[in-house]
């Protein structure tokens, strides 16, 4: 396993090109190489594992092509990647700038932020952030970085985490009100973990409702403080029933329920957005 301060060391090709017929780990390992082949490295980006194709983002000379593979970037014209390969050539640099690390911890490919999650030059706030992102191997990288706050494990562990952040464990049910709230403005898991808390008050709940991540809202609605006027909200102004997508809305509902709605979160936006009667400023989310 590897500490997110680790630096490859100077090893030549012959071994490397060895390595990475051992399996996965030792591909994993010379992919991360400044002198890696160029073959062992067409390996890699070929791989359908993203954790393995991460490896490549830590090699420093790696070329544009095999880096916008390892990522996953989806096609685009060619000054377009060029942008995005050089976005993340930071995280191989180890004296890479806070600003410009902390602009990749909302990546949406996960190589990526795994990638980021072994930067040893990660602000502590960064780290925890991912801490608490959706995939536990990036939670597990994470919460082993020397600059993780202990306070942000604490927290996840209080709510109902494992210490190493991988799975779900049994929750503190006397944990504060407004720490649950806090989880539910965090990553993926911080949310998850609020949903699921026996004590997240309704409010909290409410906004979960209208989440990014139709599970999390599907868990929320279902709660039992979950507020029932507020779910009869959100389906008079068109969100389905099982909180998945949209239905027929009501086309009488008020427009101040909309407005309220809209403001719960994304998915609220989103579907008040598609009712006939939102207001100018809500009708441009769809």
């Known amino acids: 396993d590897l500490g997110p301060t680790h630096r490859p060391t100077r090893v030549g090709s012959a071994t490397l090109r ?4 051992l399996g996965p780990w030792g591909a994993f390992l010379a992919s991360r190489h400044a002198n890696c082949p160029a ?18 983002l830590d090699n420093p000379c790696a070329e544009d ?19 995005g390969v050089d976005q993340l050539r930071v ?13 990749l911890v909302d990546h949406p490919r996960p190589a990526v932020r795994l990638a980021l999650a072994r930067h040893p030059s990660l602000a502590g706030p960064i780290v925890g952030r991912l801490a608490a992102d959706g995939s536990p191997d990036i939670r597990r990288i994470a919460a082993r970085h020397p600059r993780i706050d202990p306070a942000d494990v604490e927290l996840l562990v209080r709510a109902g985490s494992t210490p190493d952040l991988m799975r779900l464990a049994d929750p503190d049910p006397h944990l504060p009100e407004a720490e649950l709230d806090r989880l539910a403005s965090g990553g993926r ?4 973990l609020a949903v699921r808390h026996p004590a997240t008050p309704t409010a ?23 507020p029932r006027d507020v779910i009869a909200e959100i389906r008079r102004a068109g969100g389905a029933a099982d909180f998945q997508g949209i239905a027929e809305p009501d086309p009488e ?29 809500l009708s441009g989310s769809r």
């Open 253 to 281: 509902v008020p427009i101040d329920v909309l407005r309220r709605v809209a403001a719960l979160g994304p998915w609220g936006a989103m579907i008040v957005s598609w009712h006939p009667n939102a207001p100018a400023e």
């Open 91 to 103: 995280l191989a640099d180890r004296s890479a700038s806070v600003a410009a690390l902390a602009a």
């Open 65 to 83: 092509a095999f880096i916008a593979r390892a990522a996953d970037l989806e096609p685009m014209d060619e000054t377009a990647m060029s942008t």
């Open 204 to 226: 909290t709940l409410a906004r979960l409702m209208c989440d990014e991540d139709g599970k999390l809202r599907e868990w929320a609605a279902a709660h039992p403080a979950a």
């Open 18 to 21: 060895a390595a990475a017929t």
């Open 189 to 192: 898991w911080a949310r998850q």
């Open 39 to 56: 073959d062992t490295l067409e390996q890699v980006a070929a791989s359908s594992d993203w954790r393995l194709r991460s490896g490549i």
